[in-house]
């Protein structure tokens, strides 16, 4: 047992962790919120250049070979800095369908441009009906010669506005939840047929519902074999869950640290108010909680470098009950603690409490999460 | 990053599964050696201290050989309560006591020659270590003592105590070694919820002790608060006891309560479990690579007592009326079991858990402590 980094892994945190100290204050994330694009075009080329973007493709794909713990380093980071800039949809949940389910000449067409930060992405696999079942599908792609068809809507695709490529779940057979059946297809998310309609969301970012009608693409856009594709999209969603959960873990950490900070200088009835026993305790509760879900998700981080399977699956459903659970209570209490500051737009707690909220039902919530936890 | 032992310590913890084999029983059995063969097969191996050096007899194992030998003990329900003289009077003999006082004392707890008992709390004191009022006054070549210490388990059996005392007005404190049947020594039973017999109070009246019984001091009030309550290592070793238990659940709920709330919150507890397990090994890997801790030890405390306490509860639950059956020893004996095997032993079993949690000392008190860690990284 060990649970320090390598080098190589030092350099990447100290890089990232630099980044969202110096260059990624909490006024500028504001402004990008508001802005046309919800995030800045020169920090994902900045995350292009400093190699980001790459760390978690393989050397032969162009990039650095990363794995799971290099994912949950970034998104801790980006967790404390609030990033808007959308890495999870284009990077782990796109670019890790295409990674996981792609043959060569797909991954060279696709990656590169992810990998340099010219191409936008984003996993359009949820349905209305469909909750947090991956298989419950009633997008329908049907084969005839050398192209598919598809027709359908897809559900809050994250990153939706600004992507250039779709990776969609459709079902090329079967009933409507069953596992086999399930393909998944790169589509150009400018193709004829494809239509977006884009809204922002509660934590600051910018989402698309997607409606897809008679869509055409030809076969070489299937990842993987047909019917096959629930696997490809699985694997992808863990990785998404393991960084979103680490980004919650980079929440928590700075909730209660600057709750902290603010219970030691904010005086009531005549002293600080972190003389208060009551307000003592809660935030060692604040604390216990960020320490509990940063310990599993070391464990669920090391799960998954071991190799995919039942026990990485098994140790990151853990891993999201825990921050589930520790998001709301931390979040909550953040704001309570920080009384009428706590719930304006001005500070920050507000926007940190409404990411862990959202990340909490992402990808299938405490509840969800706990069964597929007692089934594996 | 990994999780894995390395090599040598999975050779190590084959071993200690050897060991377990030969003297305990075999794995997945509800073990059972006698008390006195097992504790010889630990003399003989040199296990029977298994946080002391080798220089004062005991196996000289890293942090993480510890915690291998107690998961693999909780594993096969050998009891894991932190033995008075080898879990914590051991230890502080060896990091205050004069050599002599070393040499007097440690060779007998290494043998399983001598059980201690230690007296902190008292009737006006539980854990206000300042309020305690328990003096060692000068007289002549040595002390002598008076006072009141309460809530000392074991010391209806214990042959010394290892008491709290005070040694000068300025309320600083040192420990000494007394002997239980020394004149002036009054030891009163005190039956505690679990129905365990052995808790006592000690009444010190002018008890007269040689001047080397001190062999830790002077101390400021509440420095061993942590040492004392509970050793480092049974804490550290929490959810292996918890993962029995859990095992346990899963065979009641099997039985008699499939119903899909006991699941779901079985589920939950699982997950809190592995939560604690990874603060273990994160904990304990801080040790090892000494590195500054990530949380004091307090915090695997109150982690571990609510999951503990809460599998407990489950457990009752789900036995439904058989959690009633309150059968003693005798009984058990000569007619067997009323309703599952295993109902009035987990019953117990969870009223000693909540009496455990006490002897570490209230929540609050462990939250204050956590406090304070928290409070001084900014």
Known sequence: MDFSFTEEQTLLEDSVAKYMQNDYGFDDRQKLVKSELGFSAANWSTFAELGWLGVAFAEADGGFGGGAIESMLMAENFGRGLVVEPYLATVVLAGGAIKHGGNADQKARYLPGIID????????????????????????????????????????????PAADLLVVTARTSGDQRDADGVSAFVVDANADGVTRRDYPTVDGMRASEVTLEGVEVEADALLGTEGQGLSIVEQAIDEGILAVGSEAVGCMEVLYKDTVEYCKTREQFGQPIGKFQVLQHRMVDMFMEHEQSKSLMYMAAMRMDEGYGAAAQKAVSAFKVQVGKSGRFVGQNAVQLHGGMGMTDELNIGHYFKRLTIIDTLFGNVDFHLKRFGRL | ???????????????????????????????????????????????????????????????????????????????????????????????????????????????????WCVGVA????????????????????????????????????????CCLARIDSAGSQGLFAVDMAAPGVTIASIATLNGDA???????????????????????????????????????????????????????????????SIHQRRQAVAVELEGLKALELR??????????????????????REILLQLGALQVESFGYYALPYPDETLLHNEGPIGPANAAATIRQTLTQQVAAIYESSAERLKDAAWRGINTEG
């Open chain 1, 117 to 160: 930060g010219s191409t936008q992405a984003a996993l359009a696999y949820a349905e209305p009906q469909g909750r947090f079942n991956l298989s419950d599908l009633t997008t329908k792609a049907s084969k005839s010669g050398d192209k598919y068809t598809l027709d359908g809507y897809k559900a809050v695709v994250m990153n939706g």
């Open chain 2, 1 to 115: 990053m990994r999780r894995e032992l390395s090599g040598p310590e999975t050779t190590f913890e084959r071993e200690v599964q050897a060991f377990l084999d030969a003297h305990w029983g075999p794995h997945g059995t509800a073990g059972g050696a006698d008390e006195e063969s097992w504790r010889r097969a630990l003399v003989e191996r040199g296990w029977s201290v298994p946080t002391w050096p080798a220089a004062a007899g005991g196996p000289g194992w890293s942090a993480t050989q510890v915690f291998i030998w107690r998961r693999a003990c909780a594993a096969r329900g050998v009891v894991l309560e932190d033995d008075a003289a080898v879990d914590i009077v051991g230890p502080l003999l060896l990091r205050y006591a004069d050599a002599a006082q070393q040499a007097r004392y440690l060779p007998e707890i290494r043998n399983y020659e001598c059980r």
């Open chain 2, 122 to 161: 008292e009737p006006e004191s539980g854990d206000d270590w300042s309020a305690m009022s328990t003096l060692a006054a000068q007289c002549g070549a040595g002390f002598e003592l008076n006072g009141t210490k309460t809530w000392v388990r074991d010391g209806l059996h214990a042959q010394r105590m």
């Open chain 2, 198 to 260: 052995g808790m006592a109070q000690v009444t010190l009246d002018a008890v007269q002790v040689p001047a080397d019984a001190l062999f830790a001091g002077p101390l400021e009030a509440g420095e061993l608060a942590t040492l004392l309550y509970a050793s480092e290592s049974s804490t550290l070793s929490r959810s292996a006891v918890a993962a029995a238990q859990l095992d346990v659940l899963d065979e009641v709920i099997e039985t008699f309560d499939r119903s899909d």
């Open chain 2, 283 to 304: 904990f304990l890997d801080a040790r090892q690579r000494r590195q500054p801790l990530p949380f004091s030890l307090e915090l695997l405390r109150l982690k571990s």
